[in-house]
């Protein structure tokens, strides 16, 4: 099974950047999906981005034009830059990796989640 720990997580003001980072174990790397979930207080969990073994990205509708996933098979790094931040990003954001394509949150490895807080 994949190990996956988060990092990258803090305070940000409104308009700021942030860059997650997800290390994950194992030599098959290559073979999975990555994605990024959150969860804000009171709210579901949703799917921020994901990106296939391929490259191919998906991003949710809240995030399209601001966030970017990107992945170092190499390292086994994945990567979440998120631009133009607003309070509404605020969540703890978990790290995920299955072999499904299109990522979904019934499948997979989960991190340990790193809270990203927006605060003006």
């Known amino acids: 099974q994949v190990q996956l720990v988060e990092s990258g997580g803090g305070l940000v003001q409104p308009g700021g950047s942030m860059r997650l980072s997800c290390a994950a174990s194992?030599?098959?790397?290559?073979?999975?999906?990555m994605a990024w979930y959150r969860r804000a207080p009171g709210k579901e969990r949703e799917l921020v981005a994901a990106?296939?073994?391929?490259?191919?990205?998906d991003y949710g509708n809240s995030v399209k034009g601001r966030f970017t996933i990107s992945r170092d098979n190499a390292k086994n790094m994945a990567y979440l830059q998120m631009n133009s931040l607003t309070p509404e990003d605020t969540a703890i954001y978990y790290c995920?990796?299955?072999?499904?394509?299109?990522?979904?949150?019934?499948?997979?490895?989960w991190g340990q989640g790193t809270q990203v807080t927006v605060f003006s």
């Open positions: 995920n990796v299955q072999l499904h394509w299109p990522a979904l949150p019934e499948y997979g490895s």
């Open positions: 990106i296939s073994s391929g490259g191919i990205t």
């Open positions: 194992g030599s098959i790397f290559r073979l999975y999906a």
